[in-house]
């Protein structure tokens, strides 16, 4: 039997969850300046992704990527969220 299909598909959707959390929290507490972060994280692990032979682990760490780089515009949706009142604001943070 072949599970790889079964493992990228449990391991991507976990991805997803996963980083909906870590966006909520990652505007929560340090707004959408945080983008950058993403964006290196991201571009890190499609490049590393290219060197790494076994097929599931190098499809793991691109999907990783991919979700890095779309948690970038989660993050300045996620704030459009903020101000119309969907999530809490952090009264903590200035602006």
Known sequence: ??????????????????????????????????????????????????????PVISSLIAVFGISCLWSIRELFEQEDRVKKGWFPKNPKRRY
């Open 1 to 54: 039997m072949n599970y790889s299909g079964l493992i990228l598909g449990v391991a991507t959707f976990l991805l997803i969850g996963v980083f909906h959390v870590i966006v909520v929290k990652g505007e929560y507490y340090f707004s959408k300046k945080i983008w950058p972060l993403f964006l290196a994280t991201g571009i890190a692990s499609l490049f590393i992704s290219l060197f790494i032979s076994s």
